[in-house]
């Protein structure tokens, strides 16, 4: 049975790992330029960082190996990609990318020395685990919820959400060996959240197929009567054979 708990705590460990790379993408695309600055998941990615740092602290306090390593790595590529993010930033917002790093670099020494030494209870670390967790759960639910609103399956990581799925199911049944409570109770959750994920993905891939395709959106000139000089622009839709459109005569055939 011990071989078994370890199998699933490195299994979990390693999952934990490749799941907190996938945000790595959009920031390589962000670097490409086919990415907005804006659309890099920076908060996002903060809020991992912190959740990854409790976590390997609460794994210090309860001599678990699985995820005192896992969470440090992961914590260590949020850092990454935070200072990534500052970097690009920084050409912007000199002032508050300064800021920001101080607060990171002070705020983590401040967190780690408070809990480690000050308070010293792995009880209070694992709350405050628990409710760093469920802020990370705020975003997933936000997306879920914009998903149900304009049908856009695209919208979902379904990659990301596949890995946290297994990350959460391999944690959970580890935390049952070894009758961790707060480990437990958030990857149980994390297995419900990232199972209705993949579900409202599905569905809506499925009854919206073509909602989560972009239309091109382009002008053509329309002469307006009998004075060639006269021209406006209207907006035209690009169907999949590439012929263009007027928006208005689009809708009214749609009609």
Do not use: H
Not at 41 to 61: A, H, K, L, Q, S
Not at 130 to 149: A, D, E, N, R, S
Not at 171 to 180: E, R, S, T
């Amino acid at each position: 049975m011990d071989t078994v708990q370890e199998c699933f705590g490195w299994i979990a460990a390693c999952l934990n790992i490749c799941f907190y790379l996938t945000p790595i993408i959009p920031f390589i695309n962000v670097l490409k330029g086919k990415l907005n600055f804006e659309d890099a998941p920076g908060v996002y990615v903060t809020c991992c960082y912190v959740n990854c740092f409790i976590w390997y602290i609460y794994g210090d306090m309860i001599f678990s190996d699985q995820v005192k390593i896992s969470n440090c790595i992961s914590a260590g590529i949020c850092l990454m990609l935070m200072l990534i993010y500052l970097g690009y930033e920084l050409k912007k917002y000199l002032i508050d990318s300064i800021l920001n790093t101080l607060i990171l670099v002070t705020g983590s020494w401040a967190v780690y020395r408070a809990l480690t030494i000050v308070i010293d209870d792995d009880r209070v670390v694992g709350d405050i685990c628990i409710g760093t967790t469920l802020i990370i759960f705020i975003f997933p639910l936000q997306i879920m919820y914009k998903v149900f609103k304009e049908k856009n399956y695209n919208l979902i990581p379904v990659l990301s959400s596949i890995i946290y799925l297994f990350s959460c199911l391999f944690w959970f049944l580890y935390a049952i060996f070894i009758k961790d409570f707060y480990l437990a109770f958030p990857n149980i959750l994390g297995v419900i959240l990232s199972s209705s994920e993949i579900a409202l993905y599905l569905n809506c891939k499925k009854k919206y197929p073509g909602i989560g395709e972009r239309d091109t959106i382009g002008t053509i000139d329309i002469v307006t009567g009998a004075n060639d000089d006269k021209k406006e622009e209207t907006p035209i839709k690009i169907d999949e054979q590439g012929e263009g459109k007027p928006v208005e005569i689009v809708n009214k055939l749609d009609n």
